[in-house]
């Protein structure tokens, strides 16, 4: 009884802090119950995230229903459609998948071939694998040219008709997080081997990568902790899926002006044991280049022994899933013609192994909170009477977890004007697992959007920090970079905590035990209040954004500068 009453007795100074917090600063939006606003998110994400929609895998029945949901949703909240059909935008995906019996990985030299198992390599799917190729292999460090940071792995090495064997890590690159974490994507790689006359890659994961960690993801966007390395990885193994059940399918936007492995004939992923294999009779070991790349240390380049033969069997399919688009009509005669994006994805990666006896990977922190998060946001402006004078355009999208493909393809297909686009803002389970203390954002000082966050946080006397964990390549593993890449500024979020404290406990032990996992279900821990406080904070961003007579920019010293248009 006891324990009851002082329950209730924090509840209530826990809801009058919240009142007097908005009472001091919240001028745009009424007053909230945080309380009541997060048991409102959290009713969308017990939808989303129910064992029913089977973890809403890209192209499946879950997914479906999700998106009729979100459509009902959208107009329930008073978004008009801004898909190409209602509130639909079709995106058809290509599937591929190895046949293992048809496809093999051999290594020739003098005195024989040796024919490589999975346990030594794989290869990718993502890529336009040739039915048979056969090519020399260099090694080229970490397979990078940066000319800004004055660096070159290609240097004097001629990959013309060749294999670029690499360590998928950006180790010895000294540049800012969001540049390594850009030219570390396996698209950016690609690009710059195949100019430098490359028909393929092999990839070795980056050490500093924790085991197995490459397996259950199916793209960029999906990496799990450890990338950089684990992008690529994950790619190379042509994405496992939630289950890890031997090779799956590789998914890729069906239009063949957005696929980016074009002409790379070989894609393979190199394990520790395989390793050694190729480094064969190149006075070279795995081991003496696994130290260096664990220790961020230059890599030798040089050539390996031997060619290398590819045969690939893809059995190819048509999927179709759509991105799902509501729009709140700006209120100005001209900035209502422009659009703040916020974006979320829809999809996770569906049925697979168990765990403890569960198949199914519901995603709820993975993204069905931050879909519930652009729905509440939705209603609060609805409720609030919001007259943003620019439009806000609230996008769900598919693909994700197959690597941002459905935020691509609407980045490059939007359903408005894309000169029109000024800013994304993109929630990709930003984590509200303890009370919100500190926002963590993602491309803070890369736009005029991070000086507004500030505004908005500080509203909310929350303070903001800057991605505390660069290397996990954050800035780009998620759909804010679809938008990035096209030159529009945006930002992504976490909860903050600070090292060492409770709070970075939590998130980790979480990224540990329930990433991409079936724990991350409805069965687990989340602060709704501060999820619903953190939502305020981003309708607050919204809003900010919107009415900002100018556009937002990139700083001058912004390395994603040069996409803008
Ligand atoms: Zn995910």
């Known amino acids: 009884m006891a324990g009851r009453r002082v329950v209730i007795l924090l509840r209530k100074v826990r809801y009058m802090k919240n009142l007097v917090i908005l009472a001091l600063g919240a001028a745009t939006l009424f007053a909230a119950d945080f309380v009541a606003e997060g048991d409102r998110w959290w009713a969308h994400i017990q939808f989303l995230a129910d064992d029913s929609l089977q973890g809403r895998e890209t192209g499946s029945d879950g997914y479906r229903e999700a998106v ?29 998948q190895l046949v293992d019996e048809e496809s093999s990985i051999t290594i020739a030299r003098e005195g024989g071939e040796e024919v490589l198992d999975r346990l030594d390599a794989t290869q990718s799917t993502r890529a336009d694998l040739a039915p048979a190729a056969e090519a020399a292999m260099v090694f080229v460090g970490y397979g990078l040219r940066v000319p800004e940071a004055k660096y070159d792995d290609l ?8 294999i670029a064997v690499y360590v998928n890590s950006t180790g010895a690159l000294d540049a800012p997080g969001p540049v390594k974490s850009h030219v570390g994507t396996a698209a ?24 197995g960690a490459a397996g259950g993801r199916g793209g960029r966007g999906a990496a799990p902790a450890g990338a950089p390395a684990a992008t690529d990885a994950a790619d190379a193994a042509g994405g496992r899926g939630a289950g890890g059940r031997g090779p799956q399918k590789a998914f890729l936007l069906a239009d063949p002006e957005l696929q980016e492995s074009v002409g790379q ?70 900035l209502k013609d422009e659009y703040v994006i916020m974006s979320a994805h829809l999809d996770h990666v569906g049925v697979g192994r168990a765990i403890n ?63 029109h686009i000024v800013a994304d803002i993109n929630l990709d389970m930003f984590m509200p697992l303890f009370e919100l203390k500190t926002i963590e954002v993602q491309g803070l000082a890369e736009s005029t959007l991070g000086d507004t966050i500030r505004e908005a946080a500080n509203e909310f006397e929350v303070k903001v920090q800057a991605d505390k964990e660069p290397d996990q390549n954050r800035f780009i593993r998620s759909d804010q970079y679809s938008f990035i890449r096209d030159g529009v500024p945006s930002l992504a979020f976490k909860f903050g905590y600070e090292f060492g404290t409770p709070e970075d406990k939590i998130f980790h032990d979480w990224i540990r035990d329930r990433y991409h996992k ?48």
């Open 357 to 419: 006896g569960d198949t199914v990977y519901n995603g709820a922190m993975d993204d069905a909170s931050g879909i519930a998060t652009i729905l509440e946001i939705a209603r609060i402006m609805k409720d609030s009477g919001a007259k943003p004078k620019r439009s806000i355009l609230f996008l769900a999208v598919a693909g994700e977890e197959k690597g941002e493909l459905g935020s691509r393809y609407f980045a490059s297909r939007p359903t408005v004007d894309r000169k």
């Open 188 to 211: 950016e790689r690609w690009t710059l081997l195949k100019a430098a006359g490359a028909i393929g890659t092999a990839t070795i994961m980056n050490p500093r990568t924790p085991a």
């Open 265 to 334: 004939k070989v894609a393979i992923a190199i394990t520790r044991r395989g390793g050694d294999k190729f480094f064969a009779g190149s006075g070279h070991t795995m081991d003496e280049i696994m130290k260096l790349a664990a220790e961020n240390q230059p890599l030798p380049k040089f050539p390996l022994v031997g060619t290398l033969r590819t045969k690939a069997t893809v059995k190819r399919e048509m999927v179709e899933a759509p991105n799902v688009a509501g729009v709140l009509p700006g209120s100005d005669p001209k």
């Open 68 to 96: 009729k949901y979100v459509a009902g949703k959208m107009e329930t909240f008073g978004l008009k459609p801004a898909g190409t059909s209602g509130y639909l935008q079709q995106v058809k995906f290509e599937t591929r």
């Open 518 to 565: 079936p724990s991350d279900d409805l069965n687990q821990p989340v602060n709704k209040a501060s999820a619903a406080k953190f939502n305020r904070i981003i309708a607050s961003l919204l809003l900010r954004v919107a009415d900002n007579p100018a556009r937002p920019q990139w700083k001058d010293d912004s390395f994603f500068k040069r996409f803008a248009k």
């Open 155 to 162: 240097a004097g090495v001629d990959l013309r008709g060749k």
